[in-house]
C-alpha cells in the first residue's frame, strides 16, 4: 500500500506507524533504505575538502537520521511480533568508497545497526545492516548502453563496471525474506552482512539466476 512520506519530516514517519497499527495492528519487518542518490553522486570521487559541509548534512539527515527516526516508530509493534529491522548499508562502512562523508555514513549505520540491537537485547527482535554490491536502480538504469550494448559505469577512482553484472534491486529483497523466514536469525542480530554472503547460505540468488559479487 503506498504512502506518500517525506523522510525528514518526523510527524509523517510517526503517521505512517500509526496506520500500520491501525490497519494490520502488526508490523513483522522494516527495511530502512533511504539516501539521497542524486545529490551524493555529484561528490563522487572527491577528496575531502572539495566536498561541502552540505555534503554531511545530506548523507546524515536522510542517510541515516531517516533510519533511526523509522526505527524509533517501529520498534513498539516489532517487539510485540519479534521482528527484523534491516538497515541497507554498504561496504563503504569498513573500506574507502566514492569520498570520506559517504564512509563515515555507512560506519554510522552500522553502528546505529550495533547499538538498535543492544537495546533490543531482552526482546525477540533482530536488527542487522545488510551489504548489497553495486545495484541496477532506476538511477543508474538511465547510464545508456554504448556501441557494443554494455551500459558502464565509471566510479571516480574505483573504477569502471558492466551494469550487467550488477545486482537487481530483488537480490537484496530475496536476502531480506531469507532472514525474516530463519527462527535462527538472532544469532545475526547487531551485525553487518553482505548480501551475497547470504545467498550462498541461504540458497538464493539474482532473478538471472546469479550470485553477483561486485561492489
Same mark, same amino acid.
Request: aromatic fraction near 8%; charged fraction near 25%; proline fraction near 6%.
Given at each position: 500500500?503506498? %504512502?506518500?512520506?517525506?523522510?525528514? @519530516?518526523? @510527524? ?9 497499527? *491501525?490497519?494490520?495492528?502488526?508490523? @513483522? ?27 554531511? #548534512?545530506?548523507?546524515? #539527515? ?14 513498539? &509493534?516489532? !517487539?510485540?511480533?519479534?521482528?527484523? !529491522? ?6 563503504? $562502512? ?47 538504469? &538511465? ?17 569502471? %563496471? ?18 525474516? *523466514? ?13 548480501? $551475497?554472503?547470504? $545467498? ?5 540468488? @539474482?532473478?538471472?539466476?546469479? !550470485?553477483?559479487? !561486485?561492489?
Amino acid at each position: 500500500m503506498p %504512502f506518500v512520506c517525506d523522510h525528514r @519530516d518526523d @510527524d509523517a514517519v510517526e503517521r505512517l506507524f500509526e496506520l500500520v497499527r *491501525t490497519e494490520h495492528g502488526r508490523l @513483522d519487518v522494516l527495511v530502512n533504505n533511504v539516501y539521497n542518490s542524486p545529490a551524493a553522486a555529484r561528490w563522487l570521487g572527491k577528496p575531502f575538502w572539495e566536498v561541502p559541509p552540505a555534503a554531511w #548534512d545530506e548523507s546524515f #539527515d536522510v542517510g541515516v537520521r531517516s533510519h533511526y527516526v523509522a526505527s524509533v516508530f517501529a520498534a513498539p &509493534l516489532l !517487539i510485540e511480533t519479534g521482528g527484523l !529491522i534491516v538497515n541497507i548499508s554498504s561496504p563503504g $562502512a569498513r573500506r574507502y568508497m566514492h569520498n570520506a562523508v559517504y564512509g563515515v555514513a555507512k560506519a554510522a549505520l552500522d553502528r546505529l545497526t550495533a547499538d538498535l540491537a543492544h537495546n533490543l537485547a531482552g526482546t525477540e527482535v533482530t536488527v542487522v545492516s545488510l551489504w548489497p554490491g553495486i545495484v541496477d536502480t532506476e538511477l543508474l538504469q &538511465l547510464v545508456p548502453a554504448g556501441a557494443d550494448g554494455r551500459r558502464m559505469v565509471t566510479l571516480p577512482g574505483e573504477g569502471t %563496471f558492466d551494469l550487467g553484472d550488477a545486482q537487481t534491486p530483488r537480490f537484496t529483497g530475496r536476502a531480506v525474506v531469507a532472514l525474516a *523466514t530463519d527462527a535462527g536469525r538472532r544469532s545475526r542480530t547487531g551485525l553487518p552482512w553482505r548480501v $551475497a554472503d547470504l $545467498a550462498e547460505y541461504y540458497g538464493f540468488t @539474482d532473478l538471472d539466476g546469479r !550470485i553477483p559479487r !561486485i561492489d
